[in-house]
């Protein structure tokens, strides 16, 4: 008989924080600090103690985030920043957002994240940041990136909005490039109940700059001193997020133990090719991917079993009809096509039982021992 084993339950992570959200509902209606309240201060401060940071900046979501920082950085037309080609567009659109150009970099095929040993070749004298990211939950190999940085006069960025308390050789992502910028969208590691993000930096007039832009450009009330923007954390966030925060790491280990109990059920199965975990980072599997050349039937095939999967991205940067203005077509970062071929992201979420993950490790089992051949 099969069982429904849903991709991610939210419900089940608030079902069981009901009573401590319930009293921030409460504070809310009795407060009505909606726009920048004490909560958003308070949760700036947790995060950046989190990361081990001096300042934490929340604003409206992860794109802004990145949109952001590199408009501090003086990032715009003319200039050219690097990134990994298998990203979620948002990392593409912040750059593109500051009139400059994505200049992408193709991955390492078995950590999916940055070849590092490709980034100095794309280099050219209109580069003006590197924004590695720490995709599905690992970082990034960094200190190569900072070192390339070093000799180029080059910002480096991170994009950890997958890698909520994830750490590169025991220090945080997010606090160890010029600025890490964080997602709180709904289905992360650390999710708001609705979109958000976060900005962590050891720069103080960066932080500040950033205060600044996300706020209409103020200094104080109605003096503005740039061309800001309307890109806050909301007050409602900011207090949910501090009621998750406090368990982030309990999640963040739960999720390690469900991905080691499926690489053992897993491990053998048909032409499957699990993502390799990184000598120099944890991960904290924001999400769990596998790779077979049969990846569209055994969605199928799960799909009627009542497992839900999402594929994590079908369609490289490069090749979406929004970025048809690089000119790069198919074949021009071939790890990258390669995984988004092959890819599928299977149920991931720290409340996952030893049921569920069984049940999903024997219907793909099934399907690779003749069912649906």
């Known amino acids: 008989m099969n069982i429904h084993v849903p991709f991610s339950n939210l419900q089940a992570q608030h079902e069981a924080l009901r009573p401590e959200l319930e009293r921030v509902f409460s504070d809310l209606l009795k407060n009505c600090d909606f726009i920048l309240g004490a909560p958003v201060a308070a949760f700036e401060r947790q995060f950046a103690d989190f990361i081990g940071v001096k300042h934490a900046v929340g604003v409206g979501n992860g794109l802004d985030a990145l949109r952001l920082v590199l408009q501090a950085a003086g990032v715009g037309p003319g200039h050219e920043v690097i990134l990994p080609a298998n990203t979620f567009i948002a990392t593409a659109l912040a750059v593109s957002q500051t009139g400059a150009t994505p200049v992408l970099v193709d991955c390492d095929p078995e950590t999916f994240n940055i070849d ?33 940085a070093a000799r180029h006069g080059l910002r480096v960025i991170e994009d950890a909005a997958q890698a909520h308390g994830a750490l590169y050789k025991n220090r945080p992502c997010g606090g160890i ?12 590691n650390l999710g708001a109940f609705g979109d958000g993000g976060m900005v962590t930096t050891n720069d103080d007039a960066l932080a500040e700059r950033l205060r600044q832009l996300r706020h209409y450009g103020q200094e104080a009330r109605y003096v503005h001193v740039v061309q800001g923007c309307n890109s806050r954390l909301d007050t409602f966030h900011a207090a949910i997020l501090s009621v998750k925060l406090k368990h982030l790491k309990d999640w963040n280990a739960a999720r390690a133990a469900h991905a080691a109990r499926y690489r053992e ?30 990846r569209d039937a055994l969605q199928k095939h ?48 720290p409340e996952l039982t030893e049921e569920q993950i069984t049940a999903v490790a024997n219907t793909i089992r099934r399907f690779f021992d003749g069912e649906n051949k």
Request: net charge neutral.
């Open 177 to 188: 490039g010029w600025a890490g910028c964080f997602s709180f969208y709904p289905a992360k």
């Open 302 to 349: 799960l799909a009627a079993a009542g497992v839900d999967t999402i594929i994590h991205y079908p369609i490289p940067v490069h090749l979406q009809k929004a970025y048809a203005d690089l000119g790069l077509g198919v074949g021009s970062f071939p790890a990258a096509e390669r995984l988004a071929g092959r890819i599928l992201s299977l149920p991931m979420f």
């Open 116 to 148: 590092v040993a490709r980034i100095e070749g794309a280099i050219t004298q209109r580069t003006r940041a590197i924004l590695p990211v720490h995709l599905t939950g690992q970082s990034a190999d960094l200190d190569p990136v900072l070192e390339i």
């Open 265 to 294: 059920l897993l491990a053998g199965v048909g032409d499957l090719v699990l993502q390799a975990e990184s000598p120099w980072s944890t991960h904290v599997y924001h999400l769990f991917i596998i790779q077979t050349a049969r």
